[in-house]
């Protein structure tokens, strides 16, 4: 089982949807979990950070997460064509280590 | 956010050639990490620093080396390029638990 899970997607939604995002890990004693925004050939930018059971919103972006699951979410409302990208989810191990998933690419066609 | 600089941001050279990737923040970031990322694939971590003096090889096995003599540069050397070594090759830096990435550098090597 990898670390950090992801469906690669890609996702498909129409602009002004809500784009769900979706992401599990392995590890119980995370404690730290965040969503990257990558373009083709751009290097990720940090859009979320998430430390709390519940929901965090920022703008269009809402991060979920459920640490008795070990689930954690990004929800994308009104997507936009520009949201097309791929969507990193990354979780702190208890380590210090952070681990990526592989990712998420995300279509927003109009 | 920290400001993250990358040089060169493109490189082509040719097979056998020594070559230093800059990577320098202006934050006093205690925490810098080296990774590589094939088109459309996974980041992998190949180097990290806790600080001055500190520096670890990531999981993916690596032939580059890097050094850490100030806070704010953390150059990665390749002392024999080859094209398996062709890459883009990603640093962060880390404040705390977020990590922010510089522009990174498309190496390709002939």
């Known amino acids: 089982q990898k670390e950090v899970e992801q469906n690669s997607g890609p996702l498909s939604v129409p602009e002004g949807a809500i784009a769900s995002l979706n992401c599990t890990y392995s590890d119980r004693g995370s404690q730290s979990f965040f969503w990257y925004r990558q373009y083709s050939g751009k290097s990720p930018e940090l859009i979320m950070s998430i430390y709390s059971n519940g929901d965090k919103e920022d703008g269009r972006f809402t991060a979920q997460l459920n640490k008795a699951s070990q689930y954690v979410s990004l929800l994308i409302r009104d997507s936009q064509p520009s949201d097309s990208a791929t969507y990193l989810c990354?979780?702190?191990?208890?380590?210090?280590?952070?681990?990526f998933g592989t990712g998420t690419r995300l279509q927003v066609f109009p | 956010e920290a400001d993250i600089y990358q040089t060169p941001r493109y490189l082509v050279i040719g097979t056998g050639k020594k070559i230093t990737l800059e990577c320098s923040q202006t934050?006093?970031?205690?925490?810098m990490y080296w990774y590589q990322q094939d088109p459309g694939m996974e980041l992998h971590l190949i180097h990290y620093?806790?600080?001055?003096?500190?520096?670890e090889k990531g999981d993916l096995s690596s032939e580059s080396t890097v050094s850490r003599i100030r806070t704010e540069h953390f150059p990665l050397t390749l002392e024999s390029a080859r094209p398996s070594h062709t890459s883009q090759y990603l640093c962060?830096?880390?404040?705390?638990?977020?990590?922010?990435f510089g522009p990174g550098t498309r190496l390709t090597v002939l």
């Open positions: 620093s806790y600080g001055v003096n500190s520096t």
């Open positions: 990354a979780v702190k191990l208890p380590t210090d280590k952070l681990i």
């Open positions: 962060a830096s880390c404040p705390g638990d977020e990590q922010f």
């Open positions: 934050m006093g970031h205690d925490k």
